[in-house]
Structure formats: C-alpha cells, structure tokens
C-alpha cells in the first residue's frame, strides 16, 4: 500500500493519525465524533455521536426512526450488533392486501417496522463506551437545537426527494413532513441554515433515558399515537418489547486476510459469497475486462441465492456456513461462463443510508451503518418530535411462500451492512460502502481494489465502480476506459455508463497499522465526505 499513489481522479490524500480518526459522509459529523474523542471518549463513543449527528446534518439518508448495524473491534475481539427491528404484531399479508396494496407500499406507516437506531446506541454505550450519553449526544443536540448550514451533497437530495414526495405523499399523515423539511415551502439550499428543536428536544430525552422513553416511555407514546391516528400497524407493544441484538459476526478469508460482515437479516452474507468465489482466481491487473467480467457474474450469483433466501433468520430455512461453504464455491466457479448470464433477482430499490468508520489511540475500532431507507424512509414525522420513521418493511414479500414473506413480528431482508477486516487475530480496520443494494458490490470492489491491488483506502474508494443492476444490465462510472466498456459489452453485459455517481455508494476506510497503531483513512468524493483525526 503506497501512500504516493492515487491513480483516479478524486485529488484527495490520505488522512493518517495516531490518536484517532473518524471517517463519515458529512464534515459535521465527523468534527463531532472527534470533539467527542478529544473529551476522553474512545472509538465507540464517537461512533455514537457521529451517527446521533447524522440524523441531524444529513436526514436526506438516515434519522432516529431507523436501523443500525456495527461491528465494534475492542480488547482484541470482534463484536456485532444488529439494531434492525421487526414487523408489528398485528400485521399481515392478509390486512395489507385488504387495504388495496399488491406489494407492500413505499411511504406511509404500513412499511414502518420498529426502529431500531436509538437502542443501538444505548447498549453500545453501556457496554463499550466512555463518557454517558447525556455527553456523547451533545453536539447533535446543539446543531439540531441552533441550526447548521446544509452541505451541497445533501441539499441535493433533499431537493431530489421533495420532488418525489411530492407525488408519492398524498393524505395529513404526511404534513408533518413538509413542515419539517419544507419550511419555506421548498427544499433549502445548499449553505442554508436548517434547524429542528424538536429533534434537539428527542435526542435529549433518549440520551437523559438511555432510550427507555423511545420504546417504553413519553416518546413510544408519541410514535405509537400517531401511528394510530393513521391507521397504521406499529403500537406500543411492538416498542415495547424490543432492544437491538448482539451477534457474532461472520467471515471469510480472503487471500490472506479475514473479511467480517454481520449475518442475515442482513445482506453481508452476499459479499463474503462473492469474496469466496472470487478468491481463487489471480487478479492482476484491475481494469482488465476478463476480471470485471468475473467479479460480476460471482456478484450475480451471489445475490441470485441471497435473495432468494436471506431473511430473519429465526425463520431461514438455509444455513450461511453452507452458502460460505467450499462446495458453493467451486460450484459458483464452475458456473461462470465467458459470456454474461441472466440471474433471477428482479429490479433493486435505491437506498438511504449512512456509513462511518471510527479509531482511536487504544486500538478501539468501530464499523457503523445507520439508514432510514429510501432517503428519508416512509415520508413519516412523527408530531412534535423530528422523528422520522423508516419504511424498511417494503422488501418483505406479500407472497406467502417467498422465504423473506410479511410476518408479524419478522425482521426483513436488510440492505445496511458494516464491514471490517482482520488479518492473523488483529485488526486492520473498518470499511464500508453505503448505498441499497450497490453495498455488497461495494463492499468486494473496495476489498479486491486493497487486497489485490495494493490501493491505500483512499485510493481505494477512488476508484471507477461498477454496479450490476439486474437482468444482463451494468451500470458503470463515467471514468471506465472506453475498450473495458466495449469488451464487457462484447461479452454480452448490457453497459449504461452513468455520468451521476450518485448511485454507486458511499464509501469510509480506516485501517491500523498493527505495529505503530497509526491510522489510515480514505473518504468518499462521491458525497460530502470528511475526515476528522488527531
């Protein structure tokens, strides 16, 4: 890994520190989780306050009515957490259909399922972090209550998504929405000061209740009323009985190095497919179409079987260690043709996410994803709160034999994904590429690109991507040379060169040097990434 090469086009270095990084998608944010470690805290209370500020400074992707993974590396162990929550109890395919709906919709409550953003951050506080939360949530309190000028990346997305919601929310469960975040009957521009003090006002009473008061107190109240007063499925109980979920991660070798992701509900599980499939071949040379062509068509397979069978995996009827397992892989290889195949998945939903990356001077190391999904998720603001409510529920299936089918109280398919990598027992660090279904794609191109090719992280996000969309259709960056497009094309991949990145994730890098514990971080051009060290 050379720090002197940046072969792409981004003009950005390296960051390198020794006392502790943060790495996010809004300068904000990433200023707030390092003030927070300049206060005493470590890795994992920066972690929580860069995301607590995220649901202030970018709610374009992610807010406090959403989910959250981590992958949390302290006292040389690798932890997991899923903070994903599940359907309402009185929900079914049954109601759903009566209510007119085919497939599940994709605004409104009936999409919501129980958030699961502030109990992720509770208990990762009460188990790893430092200082009380009441501190750690400080600075996104102050910019929710005081107010903060709006990035360029994200005020185009707010403006992309009133556009759309324009047309999509239709009824008075959806004012609250424009009220919030239209408060001049548009969407604000980028530099313009935006403010939300009921925002301010929730992320007090989580911090001052270590989120009780979200799922057992005032603010479930609240939630579950309006969710009521709109028809919707979401009630009291649901809260009630739900906290986030430690879960021991999973992983594959890759090369030498061990690449970890959360399991199902997740979508984690497709990466570490493809990475098994792929690692047996001898990638040299990183803009060869032979090898695109090979990353692709282990992609696809890998999301054919994913989502075909990922799920809660309470409900799961196959195993991961068989999808992770040598005999799927040499069967994968063997099925890779010189010419590209159509695999089964249908069209994939653009995501909303956010993703950040954490270290501290100890070796603490934090791998964090939160999402609302869809941007601003459900379109949903629950009153006199700033919470607004995620619609993760539209990947369920309102076919009752589909593995990922609407059950009361099921955890659907999950898009968000943190990744992290280790190599011999040590940490090398997080990763992650944020971005719907471009995630696991995300997640082996910025692998391959650091483990094959020898980029450091922040070349390594620099890099020209790909992304398969579904059928014999690729999407690729702009920044593709010509004769890889025209050879992937003669192989039968159907190529859309896309001039917006907007679609290709969004992706943070940290690594440790095991030896000197100085840290390396790369961030994300394609947003309004930052990186705040010392």
């Known amino acids: 890994m050379s720090l002197l090469n940046y072969p792409f086009a981004s003009r950005r270095t390296a960051a390198v520190a020794r006392n502790g990084m943060v790495a996010t998608s809004q300068p904000l944010a990433a200023q707030a989780g390092l003030r927070i470690l300049q206060q005493g805290g470590n ?178 109240e609240k939630i579950a009323a309006a969710s009521k007063a709109a028809g919707g499925f ?35 599980l497709i990466a570490l497919m493809a990475l098994n499939i792929l690692k047996e071949y001898n990638f040299t040379h990183r803009e060869s179409p032979e090898a695109i062509h090979i990353q692709l068509e282990a992609m696809k397979q890998a999301f054919a079987d994913g989502k075909a069978y990922i799920s809660d995996p309470r409900t799961m009827k196959a195993k991961v260690d068989d999808f992770l397992s040598e005999e799927y892989a040499n069967n994968a ?30 070796g603490n190391m934090v791998s964090f994803i939160q999402s609302n999904y869809m941007g601003f998720g459900s ?64 997640h082996v191109q910025v692998v391959m690109n650091m483990v094959d090719f020898g980029l450091n992280p922040q070349a390594a996000l620099d890099a020209p991507r790909w992304q398969w969309i579904e059928g014999l259709r690729v999407d690729v960056e702009h920044e593709f040379p010509n004769y890889v497009i025209q050879q992937l094309a003669a192989k039968g991949h159907a190529i859309t060169v896309a001039y917006d990145s907007g679609g290709f994730g969004r992706g943070q890098i940290i690594v440790r040097d095991p030896k000197t514990g100085v840290l390396t971080g790369g961030t994300e051009h394609r947003t309004d990434g930052s990186i705040a060290s010392w």
């Open 43 to 220: 890795a994992i209370d920066a972690a929580i306050a860069t995301a607590a500020c995220l649901t202030v400074v970018e709610p374009t992707s992610n807010g406090i009515g959403g989910d959250a993974f981590a992958l949390v590396w302290t006292q040389n162990k690798l932890y997991g957490l899923n903070g994903s929550g599940p359907s309402p109890q009185s929900i079914s395919i049954d109601k759903v259909k009566q209510l007119g709906h085919e497939k599940m919709p994709l605004a409104g409550w009936i999409p919501v399922t129980v958030p699961g953003v502030p109990s992720s951050w509770a208990m990762l506080s009460e188990r790893f972090g430092r200082l009380p939360l009441t501190e750690v949530l400080r600075p996104a309190i102050e910019y929710a209550e005081n107010g903060f000028p709006l990035s360029p990346i994200t005020a185009k997305y707010w403006a992309r998504a009133l556009k759309i919601f324009k047309t999509r929310l239709n009824g008075p469960e959806f004012d609250e929405w424009f009220k919030l975040f239209t408060p001049n009957g548009r969407a604000p521009e980028p530099g313009e000061m935006w403010k939300s003090p009921d925002h301010a006002n929730t992320l007090r009473e989580i911090a001052e209740t270590k989120a009780e008061s979200f799922y057992r107190g005032r603010l479930a």
């Open 234 to 268: 979401l009630d009291e109980s649901d809260l009630a009985t739900y906290q986030a979920e430690w879960v021991e991660p999973i992983s594959v070798n890759y090369k030498g190095y061990d690449v970890w992701e959360i399991p199902p509900n997740g979508q984690g």
């Open 333 to 362: 290889r063997a099925n890779i043709q010189g010419t590209a195949q159509v695999p089964e998945p249908g069209s994939f939903p653009k995501g909303g996410t956010i993703y950040l990356a954490t270290g501290d001077g100890e």
């Open 379 to 442: 379109g949903i603001v629950v009153p006199g709160t700033g919470i607004t409510m995620q619609n993760r529920g539209v990947d369920f299936s309102l076919d009752p034999d589909h593995e990922n089918c609407l059950q009361p109280g099921k955890k659907s398919y999950n898009t968000i994904i943190p990744g992290f990598i280790t190599k011999d027992g040590e940490a090398i660090g997080p990763f992650g590429v944020m971005g719907g279904f471009m995630q696991p794609q995300g």
